[in-house]
Nanobody, 125 residues
Framework: LRLEESGGGSVQTGGSLRLSCALS????????LAWVRRRPEKAREGLVH???????SYTDSVKGRFTASLDNNKNVLYLQMKYLTPEDTAVYFC????????????????????WGKGTQVTVSS
């Protein structure tokens, strides 16, 4: 499995961005996917888990603003981000956990062994 993020950039407060994660050699029934970010001088933060069936689970800090979706036909994972603030400035990663039936069975980022290189999102005030 290989993951490659794209779509990052610079926006002003209140703006929107859509990130994409291209998935190579991906089988929906074998992996749980996640979007993760690393803000400056802070630990990695899991934002949303996406099961192989497209089911999602969000962390409270992004509920209502971020929407993840999975296109299994194109093998692309998306993250639509709205109402961005400077606090959302970070490097955003997609990650995968090998899992039976594509169920998301762990919230521990250390269990996610597949990572993209990340894409930078910068939000200015």
């Amino acid at each position: 499995l290989r993951l490659e993020e794209s779509g990052g950039g610079s926006v002003q407060t209140g703006g929107s961005l859509r990130l994409s994660c291209a998935l190579s050699e991906y089988t929906p029934t074998n992996y749980c996917l996640a979007w993760v970010r690393r803000r400056p001088e802070k630990a990695r933060e899991g934002l949303v888990h996406v099961g192989g069936d497209g089911m999602t689970s969000y962390t409270d800090s992004v509920k209502g603003r971020f929407t993840a979706s999975l296109d299994n036909n194109k093998n692309v994972l998306y993250l639509q981000m709205k109402y961005l603030t400077p606090e959302d400035t970070a490097v955003y990663f997609c990650a995968a956990l090998r899992s039976d039936f594509g169920y998301c069975t762990s919230n521990d980022l250390g269990d996610f062994h597949y990572w993209g290189k990340g894409t930078q999102v910068t939000v200015s005030s």
